[in-house]
């Protein structure tokens, strides 16, 4: 066997189920990781077991976990972000569910990162977007534009995160499980309030019909038993329909598939007749490029964006057009018109 036991490293949780794959649902959700992580890990955890024969991991070692992310990046030619989620699942497999040690100098070929600009829009076509959108999608993409949300941020938005007298909105458990606070526009909160109206009216339906109160994250549920039932924690734009919760089976009302707005996005963009690539996150993009065009201070952005490291706020200085219009290219010196 590649790994042995070590008492050192023993396990808080001890899953119960026999298969492997139930155990390591077991242990994702007793951690409360969310459903598309569980989802993702499962995977590539089930891709690294068939690359390798169907073999049971305790039976794998170093060796094998490198073919496999090496096949990754010289055969399948997956980017450097899937092939660290892959090794991510692995390291949660060995150490979290298995409680087997993991070698820490792995030494896959890795993928090659590619450094690509974000597609920003310009205020202009930011403007003729939102102004071909309507409904519920366009009130969410206003959102996302007006305080730099990503599409999931926006969805699991409840309403007690939003903050109508200081103009801010919460965003909890963000990528990295950070809380952090942003913008509310003045010019949406009309429009919010009128929403929330018809969101409270659903709302009171469900009680009356005895729907099961909101999903609830990190077992909240069992600390403040009828929090799933107040307005405070209902989703901003939950769903038409009703849905099976996959964890627990309870059938109770979701927030809004992530397809509302993407459809609507690229309804709008082939309509006004924008070529650029536009999706949810490009309004996110776009926010942070013009907060920094008007002055806004490279900090301020960081942290109205959730960045760990201002490096990675310092991309969208590569996207600025404020002083390229005060350039002038060498073509225009040569007079040839």
């Not at 979701?254 to 650029?276: C, F, M, P, Y």
């Not at 996110?284 to 065009?293: C, I, K, N, Q, Y």
């Amino acid at each position: 066997m590649a790994y042995q036991n070590t008492s050192s490293e023993k396990l808080k949780f001890k899953p119960q189920s026999v298969r492997l794959m139930d155990q390591v649902r077991e242990v994702l959700r007793y951690h409360h990781y969310s459903i598309r992580t569980e989802q993702s890990y499962i995977k590539w955890i089930l891709a690294f077991i068939r690359f390798n024969g169907k073999r049971h991991p305790k039976e794998l070692g170093r060796s094998e976990i490198e073919g496999f992310l090496s096949d990754m990046a010289v055969n399948k030619n997956y980017a450097a972000s899937t092939q660290s989620l892959a090794l991510n699942a692995i390291v949660f497999l060995y150490k979290q569910v298995l409680d087997l040690p993991m070698a820490d100098d792995l030494e896959p070929i890795r993928s090659k990162k590619a450094v690509r600009l974000p597609v920003v829009l310009s205020q202009s076509e930011v403007s003729q977007l939102l102004a071909s959108m309507s409904g519920v999608a366009g009130l969410m993409a206003k959102l996302m534009y007006g305080g730099g949300l990503r599409v999931m941020e926006v969805l699991r938005l409840r309403v007690q995160d939003i903050d109508f007298a200081n103009g801010y909105l919460i965003v909890r458990d963000g990528k990295g499980g950070k809380d952090r606070t942003t913008l509310l526009g003045k010019s949406v909160v009309a429009e919010l309030e009128a929403h929330l109206l018809e969101t409270k009216a659903l709302f009171e339906q469900d009680r009356i019909d005895n729907i099961a109160g909101v999903y609830l994250p990190n077992a909240l549920d069992k600390k403040y038993p009828n929090a799933g039932v107040a307005w405070g924690w209902q989703y901003v734009f939950p769903s038409k329909t009703l849905s099976t919760d996959p964890k627990t089976g309870i059938v109770r009302r979701h927030h809004l598939n992530e397809s509302v707005i993407q459809k609507s996005i690229r309804s709008a963009k082939n309509k006004i007749g924008i070529d650029k690539r536009v999706t949810s996150h490009t309004f996110r993009h776009s926010f942070a490029t013009h907060l920094l065009e008007a002055g806004t201070n490279i900090r301020v952005v960081q942290k109205l964006l959730g960045h760990a490291d201002v490096k990675t706020t310092e991309i969208y200085t590569h996207v600025l057009q404020q002083n390229l219009q005060a350039v002038v290219s060498p073509l225009e010196k040569l007079g040839l018109c």
